[in-house]
């Protein structure tokens, strides 16, 4: 693909350039309409039970970005009070929220009991938590599969080396517990790992918690996590996730377990990149171009603190350039191989090493693809540098302020008396 910003004509016939200049940089910019489309897909991944996708939305919490989710009809997942908060206010009703909490205090938990949100506990120690808050009460709990999947260690969330979930072995004590406090275990859910272009882990683990689900009685819902990748090489024509293909797999495992199982609960999973991540994209300015060791650098405003991927995962996301307003075309040679970083005191503030690009001229935008998906849901202040701002092109065309950039009035207003 040449472009993907030309190809699905991102910006709706407004010029970036004017965006940019509006609103300033480094700015995310979302396109309504892909938000859409990905999140219609994701609803309708099981066609034969019946099945709720989750927006997981630690991925991007903006409000008008959670409104999107709210009228499109899926439900959503929460990872903490905050989130919960979130959604609340965007419209969600709680009994379509499920908080999927690790390592929480009784107060939050409390503000789910309170607002009826049905909550899922990973470890026993929780659950005897949740248990002695809310005796005779309804839950679910978080169980670890025994196999993980991701595009990094870091965001692998199953398997024997990570945090998260019971496991297999300790289910008994589950029921102990429920017993004991006269808990009704209404759900399971589960959550392999980030980012898997292959499906075959996920439905290996699919298959194990459906081999759990076995030990439980009466269960309402099966929730089984998310992790669906995006192509982030798009611009080197990545195939997309093949959701048909991986449906007809899902649903022939749900066939075998409802068969068993005497009846089919509600099947869930929780997608969040898959949601948003190729509707957003972050513009940056350049403001340096220096040539360091035999190494060109492009120095931009897009610092680690806007887009941490890079730094912290290795991950990547490519890249194109707007001058004046237009895509420059990616043409060999016309070509040249640059490292491209940020604005922040840090050797590892860099978006990508020693990449081929299209010549790069000072002043030139940068437009950082698939930045809808932990991009501004993991930004930072670091460096004093107030967090960018977020607009959306709207389905008719029209460009709107969703969030301001934050001012350094804001960075003040948290200390007191100072
Ligand atoms: N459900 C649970 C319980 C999760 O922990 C997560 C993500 C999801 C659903 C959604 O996963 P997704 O469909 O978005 O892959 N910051 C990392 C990704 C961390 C994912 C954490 N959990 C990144 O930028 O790649």
Redesign the pocket.
Known sequence: MKSFIGSVDFFKGNDPEEIAKKYGTPLYVYNEDIVRDRMLRVAGVIRKYPYRANY?C??NTNLEILKIANSVGVNA?A?SEGEMRMLLRAGFSPDRIFY?PNNVSSEEMQFAIDNNIMTSLDSLDQLDRFARLCPGGRCAVRINPGVGAG??EK?V?AGKKTKFGIAEEDIDGIFETAKKYDLKIVGINQ?V???YMDPKPFLEAVDNLLRIAMRFNKLEFIDF????GIPYHKLDDEAEYDMEAFSREFTKKLDVFVREYGCAPLFKS?????CVAEGGVLLGRVHALKQNSGVKYVGTDVGMNVLV?PS??D?WHDIEVISEGKVVERVNGRMEKVTVCGNICESGDVLCRDREMPKIKDEDLICVLDAG??GYS?CSSYNSRPRPAEVLICSDGSVRLIRRRETYDDMFALYEGC
């Open positions: 997981s630690k991925t997942d990872m999927v595009h990094h965001v969330t959550h790992g980030s980012q996590g998310g992790g669906y929780e997608p969040g990149r898959y991927r912290m995962y991950s998906a932990y993991m």
